[in-house]
């Protein structure tokens, strides 16, 4: 009896594993990006590190250590990570590799392709770091990023992200009437006030688009467009006069009239058009026309000189006459 309670606790040793494995194929994984293609390069080791332990957290739980081990060399391409890689399959292969995990061959990466001077480096980047045109967010995760293993304290950090900031969030921050004293308070602050100033220009512009377009907007009780039946251009005076700025808020504004609007240019065509007919042309006597645009001008001319030719050949002249105009 002992015997048979022996067997069959190992063999619920046994199956345990196998129903686990089995639930974790069975159940619905996240969708995960695949990490970047690592070439080498010092400074994306630690990006392609993380983005390996983020895909192999969600999508290969059930997998064992030797296969994603293989999965992650499959992404160290080119560059002088592809003679790293293949030393380590060859390693591998012959059982003299030291990287029996995952977690191991990410540590043997990073020495191989660390940064000399890593402190350094981050140190002239946040000099270097400014924000730019880019929004206060991202400024904000682009110093954060450089800032971790900097060595930099906590007031030589605010001096640097208040030197890379925009001027006018700089010049407002500097306005306020108590300073924050950590660096998580100034970027929180420096991001709201990127925000609302932002959503302002937004605003601004959105109202300037509907005012060209002619679309009315509300603004303090007062619709702007077209004055209300029996209202003048003026607007209207309250009793006692104006008092600072009434004036300029209960106006009411209304669009200048246009040409077209009003009649006047229509009035205007006609008038000239009336005139033009008036008109008699020295050239050909007709009405309607300048001589300077008249279009018989040139026929008669022809006519002139043909008649001129005509005459010169009656008195015995065979060479026709030169005319200044170059003609013929």
């Known amino acids: 009896m002992e015997d048979l309670l022996h067997f069959m606790a190992q063999q619920s040793e046994a199956i345990c594993p196998l129903q686990q494995q089995l639930v974790a194929q069975n159940t619905p994984k996240p969708e995960v990006a695949a990490p970047p293609k690592f070439d080498g390069s010092r400074e994306a080791v630690v990006g392609f590190v993380n983005a390996c332990r ?44 030291e990287v029996e995990m995952m977690e191991e061959l990410f540590e043997k990466m990073r020495e191989e392709f660390r940064e000399f001077d890593e402190e350094s480096r981050k140190m002239d980047k946040l000099r270097l770091l400014v924000q730019g045109s880019r929004t206060c967010d991202k400024y904000v995760q682009e110093f954060r990023r450089a800032a971790r293993g900097s060595s930099y304290e906590e007031r030589a950090l605010i001096e640097e992200f208040k030197r890379g900031l925009n001027g006018t969030i700089r010049h407002r921050l500097a306005e306020t009437e108590s300073l924050p004293s950590m660096i998580m308070d100034w970027q929180e602050r420096a991001v709201k006030l990127d925000r609302n100033m932002r959503q302002s220009r937004a605003e601004k512009v959105l109202a300037g688009t509907m005012r060209s377009q002619g679309t009315s907007v509300q603004q303090e009780g007062v619709r702007q467009g077209w004055p209300p039946q029996g209202a003048f251009r003026g607007g209207w005076a309250p009793r006692g006069g104006w008092r600072g700025g009434e004036r300029r808020k209960m106006q009411i504004q209304t669009p200048r009239l246009t040409g077209v609007e009003t009649g006047r240019e229509r009035m205007a065509v006609d008038r000239t058009a009336t005139r033009r007919a008036q008109v008699v042309c020295y050239r050909c006597g007709k009405k309607g026309h300048y001589m300077s645009k008249c279009r018989e001008g040139e026929r008669i001319r022809i006519l002139e000189l043909e008649k001129e030719i005509e005459e010169l050949k009656e008195k015995g002249c065979h060479s026709p006459p030169v005319t200044h105009g170059g003609g013929l």
């Open 54 to 97: 983020l895909y192999a957290e969600a999508r290969l739980g059930g997998v064992d250590d030797k296969r994603k081990i293989s999965w992650a060399l499959s992404y160290v391409q080119g560059g002088v990570a592809e003679v790293w890689k293949d030393n380590v399959l060859e390693e591998i292969n012959k059982g003299t590799s």
